[in-house]
């Protein structure tokens, strides 16, 4: 790939003059005017007694469908209009109307999927056997298990209207909030104003200790300022969801139930997946302790992990890392290195380090213009080329399924949309190490690949533990700054094998799964993600070129099953047995083990402690 590769994307091929783009506002308008005219349409149970009367039933189904694709152009609009400007008031204006519209858009789906309850189950066979209907049976059946664990209509109608600004305002607090807050580390008499992903970004690339401190530091009063805003923003999302379950009729069960159910994943799965983790942690302890001893600590901060061991010498331009990209997806998948070149050439892609940017890094889809954006801050460290990967891995999974896939079978779930993304980063993490010849830049790319699969494995552990705990407490009482930091740090301290020094008390208000209201849950799915896309990674190198059309396969089917039935009919799985996961991280202990061989026989010099074999 030749010449000079923009870093910033541009959104006018899907709507043009970003937020003030009138296309946008009219495309607004026509939309609310068409959900409008849905919310009034109503077909009556007598129509649902015969197979002959389901015509307008599917002609609605139609239109729900494509309206959702609208809504979703919109959403992701609004979006990346945030991300790539916090400071743009007129996309945050936007954005409340797009939440606002998408509130009512709910109204549809409730009508929608009450009328499933009231179809007579013989019909409902007959139904799933039509040939219109048979490539959305899956999630038309889940729609309608769904609606009977629902409130009547009118009060489903009552909960999406008070969610509007009660529920979703919450969010738009906490993203405001924490959007504008700016990290000012002092140095040498200098200060410097940082975003959270560029404060992030030095965290895990800087060998100076006295920089991580003040950096650490000035995360620690950025988050003291918030912390009462984000606490409360915390505690009513989660006291809106818990009263939702109430009435519901779900406040007996567990708190995972909804997202097991949102996941298309059953509670053996997950225990399974967590056990198998938890049997690896004495070869993951002994990572950690190797590492204290090379920083020449007792045991390392929460901030140490990622400190590189040695000097960080190598780093690759945005065209070198799009030149790796595409040279090493190509080798798995010719089909995901076009869909990635095309990505790179016409300007999908924002990666350019600015501080008005957000944090997170996002792949989001369009599925009316047949396109996506990436965002992200490129630096280029070996992380941001891992990260860039990863966001290139979504993407690819949602231009498959954007392909020929009806709408409504386009609605995956968040464990398996971590598979494709987390796949993308296993084959240009590996393919990093392997080019590297020096030991030293081995250790350094090693290291980076093991500190990606412990934030997967480790750190959404502490994440998830966490997010239960506080779950059980609020169902009681409102939980305070001090005991949701007490609640990070027993979490982390559970997580690490208590094995660390100190712990990120303030984890919980940088990260913003926890805010999540269309989503309950949003970490599991990162550890489940990784660990089915390593044993897709064997696959792949077993099955060679005949791999590809398997994958594609499987991503296709991702919104049309469950996550068992997925992984058990395309590749042969069974992910409730303890013994898959144990074999997907069993790659990982290998790396630590690689890791822990290496370090002996190399002499080391990392943040001036001179370490190896004595």
């Known amino acids: 790939m030749r010449g000079t590769l923009k870093q910033r994307w541009s959104l006018d091929e899907i709507f043009h003059g970003g937020s003030e ?155 405001s909030v924490t959007g504008k807050t700016k990290i000012v580390l002092e140095e040498e008499g200098r200060s410097k104003c940082l975003s959270f992903g560029q404060a992030y970004n030095i965290l895990h690339s800087s060998v100076n200790q006295h920089t991580r401190t003040n950096l650490v530091n000035a995360l620690n009063d950025a988050g003291e300022k918030v912390a009462e805003t984000c606490a409360a923003a915390l505690n009513n999302i989660a006291g809106f969801r818990l009263q939702v379950y109430k009435h519901r009729g779900l406040a007996s069960d567990s708190i995972l139930t909804e997202p097991l159910r949102y996941n298309r994943m059953s509670q053996t799965t997950l225990d399974s997946m967590w056990e198998a983790i938890n049997h690896s942690k004495p070869v993951i302890t002994s990572y950690l302790e190797r590492k204290a001893h090379l920083l020449g600590v007792e045991k390392m901060n929460w901030f140490d992990i990622y400190t590189p061991i040695g000097k960080v010498t190598k780093t690759y331009t945005y065209e070198e890392a799009a030149e790796m990209i595409l040279t090493e997806f190509n080798s798995f998948s010719p089909k995901l290195a076009d869909y990635t070149k095309r990505a790179f050439l016409e300007g999908w892609i924002d990666s350019e380090n600015r501080d008005t940017k957000a944090s997170r890094g996002f792949s989001s889809r369009f599925p009316l213009t047949k396109q996506s954006r990436i965002f992200m801050n490129f630096q280029g460290t070996p992380n941001n080329l891992a990260i860039l990967a990863h966001e290139l891995g979504h993407s690819f999974h949602q231009g498959i399924i954007s392909n020929d896939v009806p709408p409504f079978a386009q609605q995956y779930t968040m464990a398996v949309s971590e598979t494709a993304s987390t796949f993308a980063e296993t084959i240009i993490l590996n393919a990093m190490i392997k080019d590297i010849s020096d030991e030293h830049e081995k250790l350094l790319l090693l290291e980076a690949k093991i500190q990606s699969a412990l934030s997967y494995l480790i750190g959404v552990q502490g994440r998830f533990i966490f997010e239960k705990d506080f779950y059980e407490i609020r169902k009681k009482r409102v939980v305070g700054v001090d005991e949701l930091n007490h609640l990070t740090a027993e979490a982390q301290k559970y997580a690490f094998n208590e094995s660390l020094a100190s712990y990120n008390d303030f984890s919980w208000i940088w990260n913003r799964h926890f805010y999540f209201t269309d989503k309950p849950f949003y970490n599991f799915p990162y550890t489940f993600g990784f660990l089915f896309s390593q044993g897709i ?3 792949a190198l077993q099955d060679g070129s005949s791999f590809e059309k398997t994958y594609i396969h499987l991503l296709r089917d991702t919104g049309r099953m469950t996550a068992e039935q997925l992984a058990f009919h395309h590749l042969g799985f069974d992910l409730t047995k303890q013994e898959f996961w144990e074999k997907a991280i069993h790659v990982v202990l290998q790396d630590i083990k690689d890791f822990l061989a290496l370090t002996e026989k190399l002499d080391l010099v990392c943040c001036n402690v001179r370490v190896g074999r004595k």
């Open 21 to 175: 783009s009138s296309e946008f506002k009219h495309f607004l308008m026509k939309l609310e005017e068409d959900i409008s005219k849905e919310i009034a349409t109503t077909i009556e149970s007598k129509e649902l007694k015969s197979i002959s009367g389901f015509e307008r039933w599917i002609e609605q189904m139609d239109r729900i469908q494509e309206l959702s694709n609208r809504l979703l152009e919109a959403t992701h609009f609004v979006g990346c209009l945030e991300s790539e400007n916090v400071e743009d008031e007129k996309a945050i204006i936007l954005s409340e109307k797009v939440r606002g519209i998408s509130t009512q858009f709910e109204i549809v789906i409730n009508d929608f999927e009450q009328t499933l309850v009231h179809i007579p189950d013989d019909i409902w066979e007959q139904l799933l056997q039509l040939e219109q209907i048979k490539p959305i049976a899956y999630p038309l059946h889940e729609k309608r298990e769904k609606a009977k664990k629902k409130l009547p209509i009118v009060q489903e109608k009552l909960i999406q209207d008070l969610s509007i600004n009660g529920y979703h305002a919450w969010v738009n607090l906490y993203n």
């Open 537 to 539: 990674y064997a696959n």
